[in-house]
């Protein structure tokens, strides 16, 4: 289950041109906490980007 959870994030990621973490490490081999947190750094700038 875990795998598959970051396999989505890996993808929904990927979708928005994020290849690296914040930190530069590959999406692939940072933890599932890691990912989640990329992502929701994703999501907080998503109406920011639609605003200006």
Same mark, same amino acid.
């Given at each position: 289950?875990?795998?598959? #959870?970051?396999?989505? #994030?890996?993808?929904?990621?990927? /979708? ?7 930190? /530069?490490?590959?999406? $692939? ?9 990329? $992502? ?13």
């Amino acid at each position: 289950m875990t795998e598959e #959870l970051k396999d989505k #994030l890996i993808t929904n990621l990927l /979708g928005h041109n994020i290849f690296k973490t914040s930190d /530069g490490r590959h999406l $692939y081999e940072v933890s599932l906490e890691d990912l989640e947190r990329e $992502y929701r750094m994703l999501q907080m700038m998503k109406p920011t980007e639609e605003t200006s």
